[in-house]
């Protein structure tokens, strides 16, 4: 679960708040105030060095650029050339909170990304299913604060659904060649194999950049293609469903059909999924009524009356219709439920990032900074106890 | 874009009110100037931004001038539309501010009118907190201490109180579980309440009697209990709860209508009695012809027995026939039933309506459907009584002897609505559609009936 940093500089800029949402897929940047981060860009980290040991630890690295030669990349633009030696990694969650202290910023505040959400979407109460790349969560929030005891966990989400896109594609027997390597292509028959020219002169390029890429182009096909089915997953409707046609950056093209709907289907039903150990794994639907489960009897209605909906994983075509089909299915009849999704792009996989912008263009928010002063006198735990 | 007051202000003219800051009246509302025009000429032209409608309402083409005083139209019906730009531009300033809710005086920076530099930060006064007690040493060993909580627990508890605004669900969850004990939402409630009591009529002034709140845990903790039950439903329990208040609902409504039905009975023979009363009562009167000792208190004849026939106010003339004729209420099994008897007694149907004949023949007539009915009853009652008595008597046959001594019983005792007894063995009645047990099921499947509905007359 990633936590949003909000900064406050106020010294040359006209603008009071810079709202920071770090999670595991992408990074948005921004200022308080505006709608949309002004910045989204991969949480991924091109690294070169001279060394030939590719990984560097970022805790004891304070200044960019001075250890020894090297470079670090960032952007999707910058991290999708090829270069030599280039490794790619992601910044650790406890590295980007020792860098604000060389940063020499007047007041920070943290706050949980479930909170913002909520607040994002109106609410000050509600259940926030946030189902991003590494992790699918139910987090209850009551009255703007996270009832840490009700959260519930479950791996199943975007990066889950890219392996299982592997496993099919090795299973049709289709090479996922990323679009670096490629010079020019041919049109080929549907489901015929893919007749392409690789490129000369291809830099040396590490195995953790080539993977990388490979799951871009993955990422893409998940993203166009999946589809989770209103009901549980049956043979003989998932082959009646209309096919999609796509094609890889390689050529090779085809239909997809009951395939569509089987994959996304590991999200609510683990039982069938490929790779999973055994039955452990809750579905998308148990992981919220567990969420809702532990709390108090009293704040159930309350949460189920603002079921939020957040992630870029969610953006699956069918996803939010699934889901409410099942959560009524779950709930006592009496029970109102009410689910809240944004169904554009950018609130859904921004809406932590829309709610800290909210949070820090308020006036009764002022109050609420951790000012360097506070910070170098209570340490840690002051942040503790101020940020909800 | 120049408006005319930045243009004057480029060139340095004077004119117009530039001194003093620009006021929202000046914005929005109407120059004085005009108003003064609007009070001299009496117009029929409606105000700006009336609707042509609503001016019709008020003045008409052919109706009077408006009211003397006329009231300033242009105040209300007009859409305000701001003014911009007819003032100097007010200038914004970068500046330092503190916050008097914070602590620390920490100092940031914001854009603000250089007008209000110096006034206190607007927001600061949303910054309310709930007021948590706090005790001394001294106060908690002397009456705050309670074998549960141990000094430390209760310190712990009023700290988080106190930084979460007494939300207790998020207090709750936020309790350190490692270093003391598991407590409940109800448990830190009862005590934080229990002490704040305490505190209260401690430091209270001698003599008042401070208002204490009373938390009632063990009402709170029942209450959650039963929520927790009433979610944890299963579907199937759901079903049959629905069930049950069906078969209620059932067993109530055939129990108003034994109920209707035996007062029915009632005020038909009742009615009967009164009447058979009356006519001996008057025949006496008549056949002895003594100053009458009227008995004024003729029992009312309830209007169901019989026909009442409607006296006649219409206006102007209507021939005395009418008053023979029946009323439209009666039904054509009761008129059916009427003619039949006439005709057997050799009653002219229709007869000529002299005064005497036509009272008397109504009479006849209401007497004649009264006895139909009580014929009717008495059919009633006696098919009843067959019904119940062959019930009886298979009962006898077919159930144990455990069955037919209370179903003896049962015949005589007064069913008791509501009571949906799936043991049944009392209530013969109203077993239908209860989950069966092994005896009223035989006992449905000897039983001949084929309405479910059995009344039982009141002793």
Request: charged content about 30%; overall charge positive; aromatic content about 8%.
């Amino acid at each position: 679960m990633c936590q949003v940093y909000v900064l406050c500089v106020g010294v040359n800029d006209e603008v009071g708040a810079l709202v920071f949402d770090i999670g595991s897929y992408s990074v948005r940047a921004g200022y308080a105030g505006e709608d949309c981060p002004k910045a989204d860009f991969p949480t991924v980290i091109g690294v070169t060095l001279d060394r030939e040991d590719g990984s560097t630890p970022m805790e004891t690295d304070g200044d960019k650029g001075k250890q020894g030669g090297t470079t670090y990349y960032i952007d999707t633009n910058q991290l999708r050339v090829p270069r030599e030696n280039m490794e790619v990694m992601s910044p650790l969650k406890n590295g980007m909170k020792l860098m604000f202290e060389h940063y020499n910023i007047p007041a920070f505040f943290l706050c949980k990304s479930a909170v913002l959400s909520a607040f994002a979407n109106g609410r000050s109460t509600g259940l926030v299913l946030d189902s991003g790349a590494t992790h699918t969560t139910a987090i209850p929030v009551h009255d703007g604060y996270v009832l840490q005891q009700g959260i519930v966990k479950s791996p199943l989400a975007g990066d889950f659904m890219s392996m299982q896109c592997r496993e099919l594609f090795q299973e049709l027997n289709v090479e996922i060649i990323p679009p670096y390597m490629i010079a020019s292509k041919d049109g080929v028959r549907e489901g015929a194999q893919a007749s392409w020219k690789k490129k000369e002169k291809l830099p040396q390029v590490t195995r953790s950049w080539h993977n990388y890429m490979c799951n871009c182009v993955i990422q893409d096909f998940q993203a166009s293609v999946l589809q989770v089915s209103d009901s549980p997953y049956d043979e003989q409707v998932a082959a009646q469903m209309p096919t999609v046609h796509y094609e890889l950056p390689n050529g090779y093209n085809c239909d997809f059909g009951a395939e569509r709907l089987k994959i996304p289907e590991g999200l609510f039903d683990p039982s069938n999924a490929k790779g999973l150990s055994g039955n452990t794994m809750l579905g998308v639907g148990h992981v919220v009524t567990t969420s809702v489960g532990m709390c108090d009897i009293d704040i159930r209605p309350g949460l189920y009356g603002s079921v939020v909906v957040t992630g870029g994983n969610t953006l699956i075509q069918g996803f939010t219709d699934r889901l409410n089909r099942e959560l009524s299915q779950k709930t006592p009849p009496s029970m109102r439920l009410k689910l809240i999704a944004n169904n554009t792009t950018v609130e859904r996989r921004f809406s932590a990032w829309i709610g800290g912008s909210i949070l820090a263009s308020l006036g009764t928010f002022q109050q609420m900074w951790i000012s360097k002063q506070e910070y170098e006198e209570g340490g840690k735990q002051c942040v503790d106890r101020k940020c909800p | 874009m120049a408006t005319g007051a930045d243009v004057r202000d480029i060139l340095e003219l004077t004119g117009g009110d530039n001194d003093g800051p620009i006021s929202k009246k000046d914005l929005i509302n109407s120059d004085k100037k005009k108003t003064k025009k609007a009070t001299e000429t009496l117009t029929f032209k409606r105000p700006e931004g009336m609707h042509r409608e609503v001016y019709a309402l008020l003045y008409s083409d052919k109706k009077d001038a408006p009211p003397l005083l006329p009231s300033d139209t242009t105040q209300g019906y007009r859409t305000v539309k701001a003014k911009l730009g007819c003032k100097k531009v007010r200038p914004w300033k970068w500046m330092p501010f503190t916050n008097p809710a914070r602590r620390d005086g920490a100092i940031f920076h914001h854009w603000r009118r250089t007008a209000e530099e110096g006034k206190d930060y607007p927001f600061a006064r949303f910054n309310k907190t709930v007021q948590v007690p706090v005790y001394s040493e001294q106060e908690y060993q002397m009456h705050l201490h309670d074998d549960g909580w141990t000094k430390a627990e209760t310190d712990h508890l009023f700290d988080l109180c106190k930084r979460f605004d007494l939300r207790f669900i998020v207090v709750h969850d936020r309790y350190d579980h490692q270093q003391y004990r598991k407590r409940s939402v109800e448990d830190l409630k009862e005590r934080y309440y229990s002490i704040c009591g305490k505190l209260t009529k401690v430091r209270a002034a001698s003599g008042t009697e401070p208002k204490i709140y009373i938390f009632d845990a063990g009402h709170e903790r029942r209450r959650k209990e039963q929520l927790e039950k009433l979610f944890n439903r299963t579907p199937e329990q759901v079903a049959e709860e629905e069930y049950l208040i069906q078969e209620l609902r059932k067993i109530e409504t055939r129990k108003k209508e034994r109920e209707k039905k035996a007062q029915d009975l009632q005020k038909l023979i009742k009615a009967a009695d009164t009447t058979t009363e009356l006519r001996r009562a008057e025949k006496r009167v008549s056949k002895k012809k003594l100053p009458q000792k009227r008995e004024t208190e003729k029992p009312a004849v309830p209007e169901t027995a019989g026909i009442k026939f409607p006296d006649f106010k219409s206006a102007g003339v209507t021939p005395r026939s009418h008053r023979m004729k029946l009323p439209s209420s009666v039904g054509q099994k009761k008129i059916k039933a009427i003619e039949q008897i006439l005709i057997e007694q050799g009653v002219d149907l229709n007869p000529m309506p002299t005064e005497e004949i036509v009272q008397m023949f109504n009479e006849l007539r209401s007497d004649l459907v009264l006895l139909y009915e009580l014929k009717q009853a008495h059919s009633n009652c006696e098919y009843e009584q067959q019904m119940l008595r062959h019930r009886y008597e298979a009962l006898l046959k077919a159930g144990s002897g455990g069955g037919c001594g209370t179903a003896g019983a049962g015949l005589a005792a007064t069913p008791q609505g509501g009571e949906l007894n799936v043991e049944a063995k009392e209530q013969i009645i109203d077993v239908v559609g209860a989950p069966l047990t092994p005896n009223s099921r035989k006992r449905r499947e000897s039983a001949s009936s084929s309405s479910s509905v059995k009344k039982v007359k009141k002793p």
